[in-house]
């Protein structure tokens, strides 16, 4: 099964590339490589949620976040690839959550 049926079968349709939100490049290519840069839960150009997780930011805000910020980053090695079917494995993903001071339930 392709990806993209993959995606079909579980009712997700991946957004268009995000344009960067500042003077950077989004993803770069190094031989059979690809390094994207911070990839932000963005919808149609706009933060869908700014704060922090625990402060302001409840965890089901916070987990919605994460998948849009997901779905963004499959949506930017899908541009630079052009399919998803080519991805052979994802070597390293980093995610970083800006937390109130004490707040430890981000594993959820």
Do not use: W
Request: overall charge positive; glycine content about 10%; hydrophobic content about 45%.
């Amino acid at each position: 099964m392709s990806f993209d049926a993959k995606l079909k079968a579980l009712h997700i349709e991946l957004p268009m590339a995000p344009k960067p939100v500042a003077n950077y490049v989004p993803v770069v290519r190094a031989g059979d490589l690809l390094f994207l840069s911070g990839v932000l839960p963005s919808r149609d150009g706009q933060l869908i949620c700014t704060g922090k997780l625990g402060q302001g930011i409840t965890i089901e805000q916070g987990m919605e976040a994460a998948k849009v910020a997901a779905l963004n980053a499959l949506a930017i090695v899908r541009s630079e690839v052009g399919s998803l079917d080519k991805v052979k494995r994802i070597v390293k993903m980093v995610g970083h959550i800006a937390s109130a001071p004490g707040f430890t339930d981000q594993p959820q």
